[in-house]
């Protein structure tokens, strides 16, 4: 079956179903307490050890020649699929333009303090307040 899955990644879960429900009825009645821990690889091993020990002659055993799908929808299928990786195409460029205008981290602007102003040196014998306030100072000077 994974074989047959070819390239595509199918879950261990879906594959241990599809197993199970292809098994032959005595086998799937002995596996069914085998739990969820066990890969699909030890099952089939079991599975194998139980058909030589307890064979089923009761059932048939029938393979069937798998479905080929028709050439037209393999060709929908591959346009969609091009359809898919040009849109795809089209996300990536617009998230690098929008990562080109924006800048990667995020940072904050940094925000000046209003700088003290360069007053010319203050006259001798005149206090700050006196220099800032001029007639409106009140200080003990």
């Not at 990667?104 to 000046?112: G, I």
Request: proline share 4%; glycine share 4%.
């Amino acid at each position: 079956m994974k074989q047959l899955a070819g390239s595509y990644k199918l879950d261990e879960a879906l594959l241990k179903q599809m197993w199970f429900q292809r098994s032959p009825h005595n086998v799937r009645q002995i596996l069914s307490v085998s739990g969820n821990s066990v890969t699909l690889d030890d099952l089939a091993d079991m599975a194998d050890k139980t058909v030589e020990i307890y064979p089923d002659s009761h059932s048939v055993n029938s393979v069937q020649a798998a479905e080929r799908t028709d050439t037209g929808s393999t060709a929908m299928f591959q346009q969609q699929l091009t359809e898919l990786e040009n849109q795809l195409a089209s996300l990536k460029e617009t998230i690098a333009t929008v990562q080109i205008r924006r800048p990667r981290s995020p940072s904050r602007q940094r925000s000046f303090s209003r700088q003290r102003s360069h007053s010319p040196k203050q006259a001798f014998g005149t206090c700050w307040y006196h220099q800032n306030y001029g007639a409106r100072a009140r200080c003990r000077t």
